[in-house]
């Protein structure tokens, strides 16, 4: 079964700072990868997804970025921070026809 | 139309009870719902999940109804416990992604 890991757990980032955060799957290969964020009591927006290395699809037009430099590593970037982009950060995998999702990263911009 | 409407946004019910949780879609592309639940602070985990094919499954005290010509389906909980408390979000999977309701925060009282 796959497993997902993101890290960290939480993070507290000043406004106009930059972001790196980390999704990396294990258990599979070639898997479709996304990037959700869910907003305090809200839903889970969906952000980005890939279907292969270097492949990115955007959903929304935003602060942030993407990348996929491996086939099971998935990057969420974002070069400045806005205070718009506090939220809880969710990896998740295809794993047909479920998805599997990772435990989260909470960050907060202040 | 890849939108998925989810109501009610929340609900109370005593120990015992049958929460019904309604979620209706739009696009008939879909292929694939799954529901999931989350706790505070956790990534949402699957719970249950059909294909358009069937109209009903159930998993111990979890069953998905499902009415493909209404473009509608539902999660009912059969004898709820306060364990059960927890966001329920129900979603729709199709071309490469998976679309999430609003969810419904679920309060199971003793």
């Known amino acids: 079964s796959q497993t997902i890991h993101q890290w960290p757990a939480t993070l507290v980032q000043p406004v106009g700072s930059p972001l790196s955060l980390e999704c990396t799957v294990e258990g599979t290969s070639n898997p479709n990868l996304y990037w959700y964020r869910q907003a305090a009591g809200r839903g889970l927006q969906l952000l980005f997804y890939?279907?292969?290395?270097?492949?990115i699809s955007s959903e929304v037009p935003q602060n942030l970025s993407a990348s996929r430099p491996q086939d099971r590593q998935f990057i969420l970037s974002s070069k400045k921070l806005l205070l718009s982009d506090s939220g809880f950060y969710l990896c998740?995998?295809?794993?047909?026809?479920?998805?599997?999702f990772g435990s989260g990263t909470r960050l907060t911009v202040v | 139309q890849q939108q998925v409407k989810q109501s009610p946004q929340s609900l109370i019910v005593q120990k015992g009870g049958i929460p019904i949780i309604n979620c209706a879609y739009e696009?008939?592309?879909?292929?694939?719902f799954p529901w999931y639940q989350q706790f505070p602070g956790k990534g949402p985990a699957l719970l249950i999940a059909?294909?358009?094919?069937?109209s009903e499954k159930k998993e111990g005290r979890f069953t998905i109804s499902f009415n493909k010509s209404a473009k509608q389906f539902s999660l009912h909980i059969m004898d709820s416990q306060p364990g059960d408390s927890a966001t329920y979000f129900c979603a729709a999977s199709g071309f490469q992604k998976l679309v999430f309701g609003t969810g419904t925060r679920l309060l199971v009282s003793p």
């Open positions: 890939s279907v292969g290395i270097g492949q």
């Open positions: 059909i294909r358009p094919d069937v």
């Open positions: 696009n008939t592309a879909f292929d694939y």
């Open positions: 998740a995998s295809r794993t047909d026809p479920g998805y599997t």
